[in-house]
């Protein structure tokens, strides 16, 4: 069985762009949760969908976003990036929502200058 | 590779030794502990986990422990291998609450 991917791997934006990541789960996983991971802040968590809904949002500007499709794959965006966006980007998927066990991909690099 | 964390606590250790990587959890209201493991360039690994309703529970070479009273969280390795060598996080989850939260992390370093 195929793993959770991420797409791109690298990406390098400069300040004010935007950017939309891509998380596709394991196949049957209908929960996709979203982190941020930085040096200074550690593993912090963004947003969770279960079947297309958003079930909770961390504590992060509403820059961030994202979304869920009829096929559990999801998408980040963050507009207006700035220098502090510059992080791994983790995405991990379930079959149920958190609570039960959670399967990471292995994340894209997002570089902002 | 990447680095996932700087001045992360660092445990090392020798090859067949056994590990203890300690992780004390902020809220106690969580009823579902997991650990995971990081190594460079990857994303985190599920290890093992436990339910509130447990105190101990028993992997492949790996053993966690939870003490609700003092709100503590161990993960014990058994003969400790150079592959062992990754970040340690240990996450608590409230049932029914969509989110994870991690600890800090610590660096286990193995060597041959």
């Known amino acids: 069985k195929a793993g959770v991917t991420q797409t791109p791997r690298y990406l390098i934006k400069t300040r004010g762009q935007q950017v939309t990541l891509s998380c596709s789960p394991i196949s049957g996983h209908r929960s996709v949760s979203w982190y941020q991971q930085t040096p200074g802040q550690g593993l912090q968590f963004l947003f969770e969908?279960?079947?297309?809904?958003?079930?909770n949002k961390g504590n992060f500007p509403g820059r961030f976003s994202g979304r869920q499709f009829s096929n559990s794959r999801s998408e980040m965006n963050v507009s207006t990036l700035e220098l502090g966006d510059s992080a791994l980007y983790l995405c991990?998927?379930?079959?149920?929502?958190?609570?039960?066990?959670?399967?990471f991909g292995p994340g894209t690099r997002l570089t902002v200058l | 590779g990447e680095s996932v964390g700087l001045h992360l606590p660092t445990l090392s250790v020798q090859e067949g030794d056994n590990s203890i990587i300690n992780c004390a959890y902020s809220?106690?209201?969580?009823?579902?502990f997991i650990w995971y493991k990081q190594e460079s360039g990857k994303g985190p690994q599920f290890i093992i986990d436990?339910?509130?309703?447990?105190d101990k529970r028993q992997g492949q070479r790996v053993t966690v422990l939870l003490n609700k009273t003092v709100k503590h969280l161990s993960l014990q390795i058994a003969a400790t291998q150079p592959g062992d060598s990754a970040v340690y996080f240990c996450a608590e989850n409230i049932e029914g609450y969509s989110t994870l939260t991690f600890g800090k992390g610590t660096m286990l370093l193995v060597s041959p």
């Open positions: 969908y279960f079947s297309e809904t958003q079930r």
């Open positions: 809220n106690s209201a969580s009823d579902y």
């Open positions: 991990a998927s379930s079959f149920y929502p958190v609570g039960n066990e959670q399967f």
């Open positions: 436990i339910r509130s309703n447990m």
